[in-house]
């Protein structure tokens, strides 16, 4: 397998993006960041987010401790303006529904490196706070790589944001880190695999509604032991 490695101008972009952005932020609305503590110092791990927006992305990418690798559905690189800062960042194409054997190698690559990977397990945008359910292919990348998985649950960045920013009504961007946590290995074959495979995608799913508002929780309203 080829080692992992960004190219020297997407360093270059990465360590102007995060400070531009960071202070776009700033001046958009407010920010909070809690937990930044339960983020691991020299370990792979996977980060998982909700998805509501294209705001999650930049917004947790630029605010991150170290800049992660970034998988996105790979209809945002036709997408102008998401499709030039996708490869200036060099994200990682990801094939919804569909087995993407170049992305499991690649994902694979990046955390045998030690480098961090962000996956967004609904698999693209809801458009409205509230959660959906993950596919799979979150649950299959983390129990190939048996690496730990951190929640992180994001508020605020509803599709909206940019037009109360403007409004100057200073919105609340807010980003929960939860503490990592590893994933039971998957057992059985066929059916009983993929079952066991949504199970632990589910799981991560009711940890990232654990830190989130009421209203973004979705179809993991009651069994994410949020209070």
Known sequence: MTPFSVPLINNIFRRT???????????????AIIGRENVPKREPYIITMNHVSIYEAPFLTAFW??????????EIWSTPGQGILARLYRGIPVHRGEFDRQLLDT????????????????????????MRRAFPGVAYIVD?????????????????YFH??????????E?????????????????????????N????????AALVPDEYRGVYQASSGAE
Request: charged content about 20%; some cysteine; glycine content about 10%.
């Open 164 to 173: 109360r920013a403007v409004h100057l009504q200073r919105p609340r961007l």
């Open 107 to 130: 994902t694979i690559a990046v955390l045998k490196s030690g480098r961090p990977l962000l996956l967004a397990p609904e698999g693209g945008r809801s458009h409205s706070a509230g």
């Open 65 to 74: 401790p170290v800049p992660p690798e970034v998988a996105g559905a790979i």
């Open 201 to 208: 995608a589910d799981q991560i799913m009711c940890a990232i």
């Open 17 to 31: 993006f995060r400070p531009v952005f960071r202070l776009l932020f700033h001046i958009l609305g407010e920010v």
């Open 175 to 199: 980003m929960r880190i939860g503490k990592p946590f590893t994933l039971p290995p998957v057992e059985g074959k066929g059916a009983e695999r993929r079952v066991a495979l949504q199970a």
């Open 144 to 160: 190939k790589t048996r690496v730990p998985v951190i929640p992180v649950g994001i508020a605020g960045t509803t599709e909206d």
